[in-house]
């Protein structure tokens, strides 16, 4: 069992930064780990994820350039956000899957955490 707890939301200018972190309890040197987000009225999408070795990294489209996720050996991903914008705005998920692929779709992670809000005011 996995269990993931983000941090680091809030409300930032369009413009501005912010890094959020995962923390995992248990082991979590075999996982894929990627951050979604969520905003109103749509669909989880797919923003980051890093592979079991840090070795493989990938974005969507909408976030490359801005955002980078890392992850370290004491079972904490981050992703830090820069050059924020409105649209960036979403609830923010980590989540884990048991696999060596990286994973796009929400149906090919094992694990979430509680999710946290990210706010761009323009």
């Known amino acids: 069992q996995v269990q993931l707890v983000e941090s680091g939301g809030g409300l930032v200018q369009a413009g501005g930064s912010l890094r959020l972190s995962c923390a995992a309890s248990g082991r979590t040197f075999g996982y894929t780990m990627g951050w979604f987000r969520q905003a109103p009225g749509k669909e989880r999408e797919f923003v980051a994820v890093v592979g079991r070795l840090s070795v493989n990294t990938d974005y969507a489209d909408s976030v490359k350039g801005r955002f980078t996720i890392s992850r370290d050996n004491a079972n904490t991903v981050y992703l830090q956000m820069n050059s924020l914008k409105p649209e960036d705005t979403a609830v923010y998920y980590c989540?884990?899957?048991?696999?060596?692929?990286?994973?796009?779709?929400?149906?090919?992670?094992?694990?979430w955490g509680q999710g946290t809000q990210v706010t761009v005011s323009s």
């Open positions: 989540a884990a899957r048991l696999q060596f692929a990286l994973g796009y779709g929400p149906d090919e992670y094992d694990y």
